[in-house]
């Protein structure tokens, strides 16, 4: 984030609020993303995993 034009506004925000509110602001997207990543890589699995043991049942050579 120091390389783009966003640094001084930053730099501004930081001289004029309270630095651990905005350090909290400023680390939420990534929490949410994150968040959103688990929950729906945790449903995928859940829905892959019944079709892919069917999968595997059809294809058994005993």
């Known amino acids: ?13 930081y001289s004029w609020f309270w630095n651990d509110f905005l350090n909290f602001m400023l680390a939420l997207p990534a ?5 959103l990543r688990l929950l729906i890589n945790t449903w995928l699995g859940f829905w892959l ?7 595997n049942e059809t294809n058994t050579y005993v």
């Not at 984030?1 to 925000?13: N, S």
């Not at 019944?50 to 999968?55: D, Q, S, T, V, Y």
């Open 31 to 35: 929490a949410i993303v994150v968040t």
């Open 1 to 13: 984030m120091d390389l783009t034009f966003l640094r001084h506004i930053k730099i501004w925000m």
């Open 49 to 55: 995993l019944p079709i892919a043991k069917k999968m």
